[in-house]
């Protein structure tokens, strides 16, 4: 059986896991199902959102399944008969009677330098816990979170301003090429796997609601850290005169400032934020209640008694 004929089954729900599919797809590898999060419904209205990997599946006439509880729910995806399952942010923990499944095992695509960095938010928590560099790391699937020996790896270095959004992009474009680069040896299961050092392990959980706020207590570069690695989305905030306002923008200045942590400022016709007796300019924002705008408008808006207010 050529390589490309072998039957894939693929596990992924946002645009991450929605790319990596599609440079399977696009390169002629032999997807035969997809297996993502249940719909979600949005909205005041409640509309049926589909997942950026069922969206595109279905595009390409793929067939889909959602189990709610894959632990429990993992027949369907055994009885796809794959020879592989690849997965990419699919969300859930893979029990272990489907890992042990296919023929050809269970492998995963993860955002980061494995052991460093394990969990759903290994991109966010890269920038916010200050890392200088990460990577993709295709490895095999184990019961353990993201635990299982690692197949291939590729390094990344991290911009001095660089946001979530603009790593994520990038992670995706490396993550694509490394799988590819790596099939045959996966498909032929003609590489030798190196075990992760338990001793190097972190941890990059899922983001909380209280990980959004903004601490202003922290140093000047761990808040910088912290809001440009929440860009652009859910995007970090803070309480400013009384109304919830997140931050969407940030680049750092040498502007300098004996105000208190977190004095809102107004600076270059725009805000800042003093933070270390220096001063993070803010260049959008989006104030509770309204859509994302530049801190100009806002100064001329909203924000025009801001001056001085300490951000809580």
């Not at 999060?37 to 793929?62: C, H, M, N, W």
């Not at 928590?125 to 019961?143: C, L, N, P, V």
Request: proline share 4%.
């Amino acid at each position: 059986m050529n390589n490309k004929d072998k039957r894939i089954v693929f596990m992924g729900t946002p645009v991450f896991g929605r790319e990596i599919l599609r440079a399977l797809v696009d390169n002629g590898y032999n997807v035969v199902g997809v297996v993502t999060q249940p719909d979600k419904l949005t909205g005041r209205k409640q509309t049926v959102t589909f997942s950026e990997v069922k969206q595109y599946a279905l595009e390409k006439g793929i067939p889909v399944v959602q189990p709610i509880k894959i632990r429990h729910e993992y027949q369907q995806v055994i009885d796809m008969a794959a020879d592989l399952i690849i997965t990419c942010a699919y969300g859930q923990i893979i029990p272990d009677q489907l890992l042990a499944a296919p023929q050809l095992g269970c492998v995963n695509v993860h955002a980061s330098l494995l052991p460093k960095l394990r969990g759903g938010a290994p991109i966010q928590h890269a920038i916010i816990d200050g890392y200088q560099k990460t990577g993709i790391t295709i490895m095999e699937m184990a019961s353990r979170m993201d635990a299982g020996d690692i197949i291939s790896q590729c390094e990344l270095e991290i911009g001095v301003e660089e946001t979530y959004g603009s790593l994520h992009d990038r992670l995706i474009t490396a993550g694509q090429q490394l799988l590819l680069e790596t099939m045959d040896a996966i498909l032929n299961h003609s590489y030798q796997p190196i075990r992760q050092d338990e001793d190097q392990v972190t941890y990059g959980y899922n983001i909380s609601r209280e990980e959004e706020h903004i601490d202003f207590s922290r140093s000047y570069q761990q808040v910088f850290d912290q809001i440009r690695g929440l860009v652009p989305r859910p995007c970090a905030y803070a309480t400013i005169a009384g109304k919830k306002v997140k931050f969407c923008a940030v680049r750092k200045s040498e502007l300098n400032c004996e105000s208190e942590n977190g004095t809102i400022v107004f600076v270059e016709k725009g805000l800042g934020v003093v933070v270390d007796q220096r001063v993070i300019i803010i260049d959008a924002l989006q104030p509770e209640g309204k859509g994302v705008m530049s801190s100009r408008d806002c100064r001329n808006g909203a924000g025009r008694n801001w001056e001085g207010t300490v951000c809580q």
